[in-house]
């Protein structure tokens, strides 16, 4: 079965501090990926996508990813987090022609003032 | 209605009880799922659909029974509740094709006793 890794489960930071969370995807062909957050007390939203083109994707807030097909990965990165980043962030992935996702498990991120 | 609005927003419920979990888009979206977060788990598929008239069982679909009567409606019943199904359940929706975002709901905080 195709699957989703994110190693960092929690990751505690300081403010200015510079960001990257791990994602890993399984081969299976064409694959579109994605990165949500899920701030405090709320739903998932979208942080940005990838589907086809230049592989550094930038999202909103300062996001950005980058797809290196090579090594099967999507890392989020940030120069520098706030304390407003605070959040779970989850990756996902779609395969072929798929419509189904695969998330997953999350990243915590805890960024003290 | 903005978006996808879920109900109720939290629920006590007592085990052996049915409870029906509602989601409403008003997005024209063809795709619906419903997830359940459960701290370290992240989230996980319960059951979707990808147009209306049909649905398909996720990677947790035991005990959860849906329907999709219309676009915009994907209601997700509990027909007897077990402790084990305290969880967040989210429903989303999106475009079936694989380079859509999902749009997610507010989320049910479900509480079986």
């Known amino acids: 079965a195709q699957s989703v890794s994110q190693h960092n489960h929690h990751v505690i930071l300081s403010e200015a501090a510079s960001l990257e969370l791990g994602c890993n995807y399984s081969?299976?062909?064409?694959?579109?990926l994605f990165w949500y957050v899920q701030y405090p007390g709320q739903h998932l939203q979208l942080l940005l996508k990838?589907?086809?083109?230049?592989?550094l994707v930038k999202g909103i807030k300062g996001f950005e990813a980058e797809f290196i097909k090579s090594k099967f990965s999507f890392n989020l990165r940030k120069p520098s987090v706030q304390w407003s980043d605070t959040a779970e962030y989850f990756c996902a992935a779609r395969w072929g022609g798929s419509y189904i996702p695969t998330f997953g498990r999350g990243t915590s991120l805890i960024v003290h003032p | 209605i903005a978006g996808i609005t879920q109900a109720p927003t939290s629920q006590i419920l007592a085990a052996g009880r049915r409870m029906t979990l509602r989601c409403t888009q008003d997005m024209r979206h063809n795709a619906m799922y419903w997830y359940r977060q459960d701290l370290g788990l992240g989230l996980r598929l319960i059951h979707y659909s990808n147009t209306a008239g049909t649905t398909g069982k996720g990677e947790v679909p035991d005990g959860y029974s849906v329907s999709r009567a219309n676009t915009d409606d994907f209601p997700l019943t509990l027909a007897s509740a077990v402790p084990s199904q305290t969880s967040v359940y989210f429903c989303?929706?999106?475009?079936?094709?694989?380079?859509?975002?999902?749009?997610f709901g507010p989320g049910t905080r479900l509480t079986v006793l």
């Open positions: 081969y299976g062909g064409t694959v579109n």
């Open positions: 990838y589907f086809s083109g230049d592989p």
């Open positions: 989303a929706s999106s475009d079936s094709n694989s380079v859509s975002e999902q749009f």
